[in-house]
């Protein structure tokens, strides 16, 4: 059941316009005793961080709407020469936290929320980004399962981001990788066939993962999902895109470590 919780609007008079705007909120930062800080993806204004006065004081009127991955809608409003907005209220729309009572659903949405931290530039509006976010919150929150909606995540971001590798052929010789597939390895950007591979490419990705991927990317998630269970090599086609993922943001993902192998 959807429990809506507003807070109160404050009058900032008529220099500093409200902007309404449906956003994610990623994180959230300690600001001094009281206030804190809000990483937020909005619809219409791409990813930002904003100051929310008073939201750590016991009474205070955001309630729960600032919680880590929550859907709300915010009234916002911008100082000029301030490099941080600042929230006037907020309406929560949907609530992810019950989900991330488990622990590998948890993780997977942090995953998330760190991804679209890193990939996504800021003040920059991405409908379609913002939509895929959305998409893949309810569907680890409906299913529970991981490995999929992260699969479908991974090869989106890439695509929209316009860093998804050829799927087909070798990166290096454009020969077609066929049964064997690719290899790949850190700092990779895409796959290598047998005779191209580097030394320190030692992952492979079958080409049985590889065509899963280009046929199961192109539905949508939910009907994905509605087969009985994850096909084999899930797991082993997000290993490449997350080795992609962290060439693209040039550093390592904490949450990828934290998931291993058991995510």
Known sequence: MLTLCICRRVDIGHRMPLLETEAIVLRTYRLGEADKIASLFARQLG??????????????????????????RLWIFERE????????????LESFFDMQKDYHVQLAAQYLAEVAERMLPEREANERAFRLLLT???????SGEVNRPLLYFDYW???????????????????????EGGYYGPGS???L??????PGAKQQVSGTAL????????????????????????????GFFEEIIET???RKLITREMMGEEV
């Open 81 to 92: 020469n301030r490099d941080l907005l600042h929230l006037n209220s907020a309406e929560l």
């Open 47 to 72: 990813r930002l961080r904003a100051v929310a006065r008073g939201a750590l004081r016991p009474k205070s009127r955001y309630g729960g709407t600032l919680e880590p991955l929550s859907y709300v």
């Open 157 to 179: 971001m890439l695509r929209l981001g316009g860093f998804l590798p050829d799927l087909e052929s070798c990166s290096a010789c454009g020969r077609a990788l066929g049964e």
């Open 136 to 142: 893949v919150l309810r569907a680890l929150k409906r």
């Open 248 to 250: 693209q943001v040039e």
């Open 193 to 198: 066939c047998r005779e191209c591979r580097l």
């Open 211 to 238: 065509a899963m991927v280009r046929t199961a990317c192109h539905v949508p998630l939910d009907r994905w999902l509605a087969q009985e269970k994850a096909p084999p090599g899930c797991r082993e086609a997000r």
């Open 189 to 191: 950007e895409g796959l």
